[in-house]
């Protein structure tokens, strides 16, 4: 990654920088997959975060929102459901926010 970060989000315990070139990488505990997988492993995988409008943690989960698409992906603990997949599954990688 870039040093020309634009967004920053940090969770309870992980932190999240993303920057112009639309790359998202996290850093921190990795026991909720909340930084997608291990330590500095890029969360935006399949080009998901190429217009990255958006990044926010949570206290054990990463979103982002993708610009022109509408789209919004998430991951990590989804115990209570939070990660938007209508499942309480956890996930290293994005899962696309399910429709309400």
Do not use: E, R
Request: aromatic share 4%; net charge negative.
């Amino acid at each position: 990654m870039s040093s020309d970060v634009t967004k920053i989000a940090a969770g309870a315990d992980h932190v999240c920088v993303a920057n112009s070139a639309g790359s998202a990488l996290c850093i921190g505990a990795t026991d909720d997959d909340q930084v997608g997988g291990s330590a500095f492993q890029s969360a935006c995988s399949a080009g998901h975060c190429d217009q990255l409008l958006a990044i926010s943690a949570g206290a054990h989960h990463t979103c982002v929102a993708i610009d022109g698409t509408g789209a919004i992906y998430c991951w990590g603990n989804n115990v209570y459901g939070v990660v938007g997949s209508n499942t309480v599954a956890c996930s290293t990688t994005p899962v696309a926010v399910a429709a309400p």
